[in-house]
C-alpha cells in the first residue's frame, strides 16, 4: 500500500521536478548562461535563413528581421566560447547574399549583409548555407555502412508523386528494427497522402512554412500512453518515438525518398486538433510529423540547408571530464 501511494506521489514530484528544472534552465531563464543560451539562439535563427533558401521558391528578400536579429547577436557573442555560430551565420549570409545577386534582387538588408561578410572577413571560416546535389542524384540506394548515414540530409523540395501503400508499408517496416524498451514497439506511424488533411495538419505545425504547399506525403508518429506506467518512465514514449522516427528517416533515405522531419513543440490545444484532423486516439501521444517524398524528377539540383554539424570535441565528453 505504502509501495503504491509512493507511485503515486512520484506522479507530482516527478513532473513537477521536470517543470522547475526546466523553468530554470532553459534559454529564457533570467539564470540560464547567457553566452551558452546565445550560441544556441545564432545557430537556430541562421538554421531558418539557410531552410528558406533551401525550399522549392525562396521568396526573396526574405528573413530581414531574422537577419539584423543575427547581426546584433555577432556583435554580442564571445567567439572565445565557440566559433561555430559564427562560421555558420557567415555561410549562410554569405549564400543568401549569393542568391539575391544571381536573381538581381536590390534591397538595403544586402548592404549590411555585405558589411557584415567584410567586418568578418578572413577571421572565421564560412560554414553554413546551401548543399547542392547535381543530378542524377546519388541518394542512400547507392550508398552502403557509413557512407549511408553520413549522406542522409533533411529536404524541404518533393516531387508530387504520391507514394504507394506498398512503398510506406516498407518504409515502416524497416524503421521497425528501430530498438524499444522491453522491446514494447508503442510507436505508430500515421501516414496522409490526402492533400486535404496534410494542408490541414501542416497548419497546425509551426516549421514547414515556405514549403508546406509541396508536401504530399506525410507521416504522423505517435506513441501509445498504455504501454508505459508510473512517473519515471514519464519520458520514455519520446525516447523510443524518436528512435524509431530517425530508423523512418534512414528507411527513406535507404529507398531514394527525401524526407524533413518536423516539430511538433505546441500547446496541449493543438495537440488535440491535430489528433482530431488525423484521427488518432486520446491515449496517444505526438512525436513528430516527417514530410517525405520522391525528389522531382525533372530537377537539375537538388539544393538542401547545408546544417553544418558542430565539432566533436565540444560535445564528445570521456571519462566525465568537467566541460563547462
Ligand atoms: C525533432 C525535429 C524537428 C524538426 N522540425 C523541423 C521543422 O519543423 N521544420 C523544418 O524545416 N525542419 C525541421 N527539422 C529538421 C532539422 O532542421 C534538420 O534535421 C537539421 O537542420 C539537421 O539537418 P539534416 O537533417 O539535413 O541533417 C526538425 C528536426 C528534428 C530532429
Not at 5 to 12: A, I
Request: hydrophobic fraction near 40%; charged fraction near 25%.
Amino acid at each position: 500500500m505504502l509501495k503504491k501511494l509512493n507511485k503515486f506521489v512520484w506522479f507530482f514530484t516527478l513532473f513537477g521536478g521536470d517543470r522547475w528544472r526546466y523553468i530554470k534552465y532553459c534559454s529564457i531563464s533570467p539564470v540560464c548562461d547567457k553566452q551558452k543560451a546565445l550560441y544556441y539562439k545564432i545557430i537556430i535563427e541562421t538554421h531558418s535563413l539557410e531552410k528558406g533558401l533551401s525550399v522549392a521558391h525562396t521568396r526573396p528578400g526574405f528573413g530581414k528581421s531574422k537577419i539584423n536579429y543575427l547581426i546584433d547577436a555577432l556583435s554580442k557573442y564571445d567567439v572565445a566560447f565557440g566559433a561555430f555560430p559564427v562560421e555558420k551565420t557567415l555561410g549562410t549570409l554569405q549564400a543568401y547574399y549569393d542568391f539575391h545577386t544571381q536573381i538581381n534582387f536590390e534591397d538595403k538588408i544586402l548592404d549590411k549583409v555585405s558589411q557584415t561578410l567584410k567586418k568578418h572577413e578572413k577571421k572565421v571560416s564560412l560554414n553554413g548555407g546551401l548543399r547542392e546535389f547535381e543530378a542524377p542524384l546519388k541518394l542512400g540506394s547507392q550508398k552502403v555502412g557509413s557512407d549511408l548515414l553520413k549522406s542522409r540530409f533533411s529536404s524541404r523540395v518533393y516531387s508530387e508523386e504520391k507514394l504507394t501503400e506498398q512503398e510506406v508499408e516498407n518504409l515502416v517496416r524497416i524503421a521497425q528494427q528501430a530498438p524499444s524498451q522491453c522491446n514494447r514497439q508503442a510507436t505508430k506511424a500515421y501516414f496522409f497522402n490526402d492533400i486535404n488533411k496534410i494542408r490541414e495538419l501542416l497548419s497546425l505545425q509551426a516549421g514547414a512554412g515556405g514549403f508546406n504547399q509541396d508536401v504530399s506525403n506525410l507521416f504522423l508518429i505517435t506513441s501509445e500512453l498504455s504501454a508505459w506506467g508510473g512517473a519515471q518512465q514519464r519520458n520514455q514514449p519520446y525516447v523510443d518515438g524518436a528512435l524509431f522516427s530517425m530508423a523512418l528517416l534512414y528507411s527513406c533515405h535507404a529507398n531514394d525518398i527525401v524526407s524533413c522531419p518536423l516539430n511538433l513543440a505546441i500547446t496541449h490545444k493543438t495537440s488535440d486538433q491535430i489528433k482530431k484532423v488525423a484521427n488518432v486516439n486520446k491515449d496517444e501521444v505526438l512525436i513528430m510529423m516527417i514530410a517525405v517524398g520522391k525528389p522531382p524528377k525533372d530537377i537539375l539540383t537538388l539544393k538542401v540547408a547545408k546544417s553544418a554539424r558542430r565539432p566533436v570535441s565540444e560535445i564528445l565528453v570521456f571519462n566525465g571530464a568537467k566541460n563547462e
